[in-house]
């Protein structure tokens, strides 16, 4: 069984090569980016006396109707047509007649569908930023209402100092700011205009590149055809980013799921983000979290394959670059559905505070403030260190905290081991608040963090 295709090659193409050359049910994602090309080619078109003003007025008033039979869902989708380009098209001559033909004068598909994909990215990225800012206001509307609320910081995860949960939250910010410049630092960088470049080696037509970018929202046209059409490395950084932000919030998940256990009980998600055992009556499952570290797997084989897809080609638009979209389209899926859902999932969550603070009780949190005290007496850290070291084994032989230790064990071990300091040092409460350098967990430093923090996210384009 075969196609029919005409031009250079009349001849009948093998239903499966339609199947391996057809990508419209996959491209047809790109369909208000490529209208929006298409209008601003048109246009240019017009600028450059190319299409009178008649033909012109006739191939925006096909588009718009296309625009809205796509929205209304009545557009056909044709897999003869291989694209989403040729969809379109043909549906604009189809309306208009013979001047739709002339829509394509001085374009390639190679420089079409480099700038569907440009703007599409573009959109996505602004998405993407707006839901990562989401679930950051989540962590500082919560970090700012458990700023009481003290817990261990861990480091192998094992107990290692007293902190306080708000300070911990904001570590999870922290990750995600870096995540949103790092889009849009991205998005800077492709924010170049392909159209005009052609098929490799630009267009005899007096089109006005300039123009055509800037009525696009681009910065600039790409400097060079051949690179215009035949590079994609603009969806390696951004997928590379999203694999980074989806790794960021498997990492947030997976303390989720563990302090959601009964044996850190620190938190208890809310129903509506749980989910039950279809055999196990009892159980309450954090699945939202467990979800986004798999998802975390899939972005990371997006931006696999994006890397690998150019990695021999020559320049010059290859076909392999078709593709390209579905692991950028599925990053970003995956991106937007992992951070709305655990945006949902903290803002209903609860920590238990009870919990947070018996951790404190335990794993001899205190230790480097007691090696401190002495440190501060003159004696040095190393041997500090290793006095304090003897204390925690003893205490853990008499199945004791370190705190719980005597004054007179606490002085036999030392003799500088004495006196209010030395109390003082053993109180987690102030240990936590002692450390009030930027970037400490002190009350009054994480409250100036979330405050800096809520300043720079109103900076970004959608807070203000």
Same mark, same amino acid.
């Not at 951004?238 to 498997?250: C, F, K, Q």
């Not at 990492?251 to 989910?275: N, Y």
């Given at each position: ?20 050359? +057809? ?14 090309? &298409? ?19 006739? =191939? ?29 098209? &043909? ?34 990225? #602004?998405?993407?930023?707006? @839901?990562?800012?989401?679930?950051? !206001? ?11 609320? =003290? ?21 999870? !910010? ?22 005009? @470049? ?23 046209? +790409?400097?060079? &055809? $051949? ?28 303390? $989720? ?18 989910? &039950? ?11 939202? @979290? ?33 593709? #390209?979209?579905?692991? /950028?389209? #599925? ?7 992992? *951070?709305?859902? =655990? ?24 230790? +480097? #403030? ?13 041997? @500090? ?6 204390? $925690? ?32 040092? *053993? ?18 430093? $994480?409250?100036?963090? /979330?405050?800096?923090?809520? !300043?720079?996210?109103? +900076? ?5």
């Amino acid at each position: 069984m075969s196609q029919a295709r005409g031009g250079r090659l009349p001849e009948q193409i093998s239903l499966a090569m339609a199947e391996l050359n +057809t990508s419209v049910q996959i491209d047809k994602a790109l369909w208000r980016q490529d209208i929006r090309g &298409s209008e601003a080619h048109a246009e240019g078109l017009l600028r450059a006396g190319v299409l009178s003003g008649e033909e012109a007025a006739h =191939l925006l008033g096909a588009l718009r109707q296309v625009r809205a039979e796509i929205e209304a869902g009545s557009f056909r989708w044709d897999d003869a047509k291989e694209d989403v380009h040729m969809n379109i098209e &043909s549906r604009v001559t189809e309306i208009c007649g013979a001047v739709g033909g002339k829509l394509h004068t001085g374009r390639s598909r190679n420089d079409q569908v480099a700038t569907d994909l440009r703007l599409w990215t573009r959109d996505k990225i #602004d998405e993407t930023v707006l @839901a990562i800012g989401a679930l950051a !206001q989540v962590l500082l509307g919560r970090a700012t209402a458990e700023i009481e609320t =003290l817990m261990p910081a861990y480091t192998h995860l094992q107990p290692g100092q007293p902190s306080r949960l708000s300070h911990h939250l904001m570590a999870w !910010q922290e990750l995600l700011r870096r995540d949103a410049t790092r889009l849009l630092d991205a998005r800077r960088r492709l924010n170049e205009c392909p159209l005009g @470049a052609g098929a490799v080696a630009g267009t005899g037509f007096p089109l006005d590149r300039a123009w055509v970018a800037e009525r696009l929202g681009f910065d600039h046209p +790409t400097r060079n &055809s $051949v690179d215009a059409t035949g590079s994609r490395d603009f969806l390696m950084e951004v997928a590379s980013g999203l694999a980074i932000t989806n790794i960021h919030l498997s990492r947030i998940g997976e303390e $989720v799921v563990l302090w959601s256990t009964q044996e850190f009980g620190f938190m208890s998600l809310s129903d509506e983000f749980s989910t &039950s055992s279809s055999m196990m009556p009892q159980k309450k499952n954090p699945d939202v @979290a467990e979800l986004a570290r798999g998802k975390a797997a899939r972005a990371v084989g997006a931006a696999t394959a994006l890397l690998v897809l150019e990695k021999s080609l020559c320049f010059g638009y290859g076909r392999d670059l078709q593709e #390209d979209k579905r692991p /950028i389209f #599925d990053a970003f899926e995956g991106a937007l559905v992992t *951070l709305r859902a =655990l945006t949902g999932a903290l803002d209903t969550a609860t920590f238990h505070r009870a919990k947070l603070a018996k951790a404190l009780t335990r794993g001899h949190l205190c230790a +480097t #403030d007691l090696a401190d005290a002495l440190a501060r007496r003159g004696v040095p850290f190393r041997e @500090a260190h290793h006095v304090v070291g003897g204390l $925690v084994r003893e205490a853990e032989l008499r199945g004791v905290q370190l705190g719980e230790l005597d004054e007179a064990t606490l002085k036999a071990a030392h003799p500088l081991l004495v006196g209010e300091e030395i109390a003082s040092a *053993l109180d987690p409460v102030q240990a936590v608040e002692r450390r009030s350098l930027i970037g400490g967990p002190a009350r009054p430093t $994480v409250l100036s963090a /979330i405050h800096e923090a809520e !300043q720079f996210w109103a +900076t970004l384009p959608g807070f203000a």
